[in-house]
Structures are given as C-alpha cells and as structure tokens.
C-alpha cells in the first residue's frame, strides 16, 4: 500500500520493481495482494492497456487511525494511555521528537 499511496498510482509491476530486493516477491504473489485489497475496498483498478492500473482508495492517514485502534484494542486492553507509555518506555525516541508530543500533549489539554 505505501508503494500504491506513494505514487498515488501503480501497476502491479510498479510495485513488484519497488519493492525492497531482500523481499523478492513473485509478480503473481503481488497481484494476489493487490486483488484482495480491491475485493476490501482498499484500492480499486481501471485498465490501462494489458495492465491495470491500482488507486488507492483508503487514504494513509484513515489506515494509520485503523492500525492504531486494532493495536490498542488488542494489545493494549484499549488503552492509549498504555501504548504511549509503552513507546516512551521501550523506544529511543529522538529529542525532537519527544519535543512534539510534549507540545501535543499540551496544546490537548
């Protein structure tokens, strides 16, 4: 999907020559996902040619909030006190960014 939003559009072979060589996917395993992405209403196609042509329908941002609900309900007894405490815990977060989620953390209060 990153590939997809990137782009804003690929081809299955787009994606295939994207990908990082050390996951060294087959073309039809590709294509296999990127079908049952579109069965879920994740991304959709239009023909261009022989080829099809995939669009993201699910934008990132809406993905990011979805993955973050499931890993909270089901890691985290639905507890985003408890991921935050957890990534501030077991992370080596980066001054800067320990810099933005104080200035989040106030601007929600």
Avoid at 33 to 45: A, F, S, W, Y
Avoid at 70 to 99: A, G, H, R, T
């Amino acid at each position: 999907m990153h590939i997809v939003w990137e782009k804003g559009s690929a081809t299955v072979k787009d994606v295939v020559d994207a990908l990082p060589k050390e996951f060294d996917l087959a073309y039809t395993t590709v294509l296999t996902t990127m079908q049952n992405l579109e069965k879920k209403g994740v991304i959709r196609h239009e023909e261009q040619g022989r080829a099809y042509l995939y669009y993201p329908i699910l934008k990132q941002r809406e993905a990011r909030r979805s993955a973050v609900q499931y890993v909270v309900k089901k890691f985290f007894d639905n507890s985003l006190e408890l991921l935050v405490l957890n990534i501030l815990e077991n992370e080596d977060l980066e001054p800067e960014e320990l810099q933005k989620l104080k200035k989040l953390l106030d601007e929600s209060e």
